[in-house]
């Protein structure tokens, strides 16, 4: 099991693959795949356990938090390339999340128990030297549990000094609750039901915007929210036939990229919920998105795993994933034709039932070389003629 984070320098590895503005003609091979550009820059050893989860500092870019099953949480210096502080928690960590303004890290365990780190105290310290220095002392400071209730993702919202903070439940509840900053106490003032499964995974628009939030769940929907007039829901996503594991905005709002346990990342306008570009098609399922904060490029990462026993699943994994994409296209060109009365979500579905329904053999060996790393794709839009 690998305890290990790696970290990548995102602008080195954009610029080997030419004009970041422009939509790389490759669909699934990573940006900078022939050169070192895929070496991370750093890796960060420490943790005992599998790392489940890691967010960078909204306001320091060279701090990063990590959570992992060993029960601890761990603060590092990435230019440094070394751990800063480990917090030791109660339960195994599975999800972490920061404020928008950096001062607090919300950590959730396994026993559906939130620990809430204060970031802003400092302390003194004696260097090596004998000079004393002030440095960043983190503290845990409240804790919550949920009795009964199962707890999933959580985020605050985008705003720089929000208080609103939700919570993602297993019977597909959202809770919105209150974070006091200065009483370190939070309060649930409502909830409503966003799906029919669990809810997983929660993103919120990045940019000045700020109008959107999304929500994936068990269901294999996809709803997009919007926050100013209420939390209506506006549009759903129905592409996905599993689970939906992540969600992600581009930084400027204009996308969402969801992954689920299909053999696809979906990229949709969340204005209208229509694909706007070629779909990511991968040998695994994804657990991780991120879009690059300057410009549409997205990094994921997902399972290795022997994907023999996703046989059952009729996954058609032995097709080169160039000649597939190829194939859907031209799939997706005839049925335009000669399915005019379906909706869009049907059609998209149909076309995923259709390429899962092949007996080709899965090529394990091929699948291992290239699943289990974190890739950067620049996607193809797609132009309305």
């Known amino acids: 099991m690998d305890q290990t984070i790696r970290v990548w320098d995102a602008e080195r590895a954009l610029s080997g693959g030419g004009n970041t503005n422009t939509a790389s003609r490759s669909r699934s091979t990573p940006t900078a795949n022939n050169n070192n550009n895929n070496i991370p820059n750093g890796r960060l ?200 594991r992540t969600v992600a905005f581009s930084h400027d709002g204009n996308f969402l990229a969801s992954a689920s346990e299909d053999d696809f990342i979906d990229i949709c306008d969340p204005v209208s919920s229509k694909r706007v570009c070629e779909p990511i098609f991968v040998r695994a399922p994804m657990n991780a998105l991120a879009w690059h904060p300057k410009t549409h490029a997205l990094a994921y990462a997902g399972d290795q795993e022997d994907l023999n026993k996703r046989k059952r699943e009729a996954l058609n994994l032995d097709e080169d994933l160039d000649a597939k994409a190829s194939r859907m296209e031209e799939e997706e060109r005839g049925n335009a034709g000669g399915r005019g009365g379906a909706s869009m979500e049907e059609n998209d579905r149909d076309d995923n039932r259709r390429r899962r329904s092949g007996n080709i053999k899965p090529n394990v060996n091929k699948v291992q070389q290239v699943e289990g790393i974190v890739r950067l794709w620049i996607p193809k839009l797609v132009v309305d003629e």
Not at 121 to 147: D, L, Y
């Open 45 to 244: 050893l420490g943790h005992r356990d599998s790392v489940e989860q890691l967010r960078f500092s909204p306001v320091h870019t060279d701090e990063l938090v990590s959570v992992s099953s060993d029960k601890t949480v761990k603060f590092w210096d990435v230019r440094q390339k070394k751990e800063v502080q480990s917090i030791p928690t109660h339960g195994e960590n599975i999800n972490v999340a920061w404020s928008p303004n950096g001062k607090t890290v919300c950590v959730g365990d396994k026993n559906d128990t939130l620990t809430f780190i204060d970031c802003t105290t400092m302390r003194a310290v004696k260097t090596a030297s004998g000079k004393e220095v002030e440095v960043r002392h983190r503290k845990p400071i409240s804790r919550k549990v949920f009795k009964e209730t199962e707890v999933n993702e959580f985020a605050w919202d985008r705003e720089k000094e929000s208080e609103k903070f939700f919570v993602l439940t297993g019977d597909g509840k959202v809770q919105c609750n209150v974070w006091d900053e200065t009483k370190h106490t939070i309060k649930n003032v409502h909830e409503f039901v966003a799906h029919t499964g669990g809810c997983y995974t929660i993103a919120f628009d990045p940019s000045e915007k700020k109008t959107h939030f999304a929500i994936g769940s068990a269901d294999s929907l996809v709803s997009i929210w919007n926050i100013p007039v209420g939390y209506m829901c506006l549009r759903t996503v129905a592409r996905h036939e599993t689970p939906v």
